[in-house]
């Protein structure tokens, strides 16, 4: 059973830095099916960062630029790096499948980001 252990978040001011990273444990090959979504007060769960089926990287109009995404197979984790983050970037971040089924979600990690 694949669990999905998100943190690295925490409060930023504008402009400012955070890493995420997305832990995996259990059975799961293929680190660049996970991908990062987020989750905005009363709007749906988005999908904002995923690698390619060749392992590119992928991301949404409001991120790309900003957000980077990288997978360590030695630590079987996803990391999201967020640079230059705005107070819109505010959220609950979640790692999970980017492609296919989805994995149980985990707790998120909360990012909030002050003007």
């Known amino acids: 059973q694949v669990q999905l252990v998100e943190s690295g978040g925490g409060l930023v001011q504008a402009g400012g830095s955070l890493r995420l990273s997305c832990e995996i444990s259990?059975?799961?090959?293929?680190?660049?099916?996970i991908g990062w979504y987020r989750q905005i007060p009363q709007r749906s769960r988005e999908l904002v960062a995923r690698?390619?089926?060749?392992?590119?990287?992928i991301f949404v109009d409001d991120v790309r630029g900003r957000f980077a995404i990288f997978k360590d197979n030695t630590k079987n984790s996803v990391d999201l790096q967020m640079d230059n983050l705005k107070p819109e970037d505010t959220a609950v971040y979640f790692c999970?499948?980017?492609?296919?089924?989805?994995?149980?979600w985990g707790r998120g990690t909360r990012v909030t980001v002050s003007s």
């Open positions: 690698f390619s089926i060749l392992g590119d990287p």
């Open positions: 259990g059975s799961i090959t293929n680190l660049e099916g």
């Open positions: 999970n499948s980017a492609s296919g089924v989805l994995y149980a």
